[in-house]
């Protein structure tokens, strides 16, 4: 089992910044995949980010790619998504998720364990 808790969340006007943090517990290590996906009012969960266990490679939606940076801390079992030049769009709740094995998948359903999401607000 692995347990995440995200923060960082908040309000924040447009063209600024946040970063999120999602602290890991459990059978955590190299072996899992940790990712950030978001879900604004009124619509489906989507893909935002993901890295692998050894945080060599990530992986970004097209809405985000250039504006966020997901990075983690092996030592402190935590994974970030640094988000710059935020939009209106942005708003949504974000969780934090993780999944066994190497391949950084965009499919929701191909992830095991979700945090409880934290709200993030960007006021025009």
């Known amino acids: 089992q692995v347990q995440l808790v995200e923060s960082g969340g908040g309000l924040v006007q447009a063209g600024g910044s946040l970063r999120l943090s999602c602290a890991a517990s459990?059978?955590?290590?190299?072996?899992?995949?940790m990712g950030w996906f978001r879900q604004a009012p009124g619509k489906e969960r989507e893909f935002a980010a993901a890295?692998?266990?050894?945080?060599?490679?990530?992986k970004y939606a097209d809405s985000v790619k250039g504006r966020f940076t997901i990075s983690r801390d092996s030592a402190k079992n935590t994974v970030y998504l640094q988000m710059n030049s935020l939009k209106p769009e942005d708003t949504a709740v974000y969780y934090c998720t993780a999944r066994y094995g190497t391949n950084l998948y965009s499919l929701e359903k191909t992830y095991d364990y979700w945090g409880q999401g934290t709200q993030v607000t960007v006021s025009s």
């Open positions: 890295i692998a266990g050894s945080g060599g490679r990530t």
């Open positions: 459990g059978r955590t290590g190299s072996t899992y995949v």
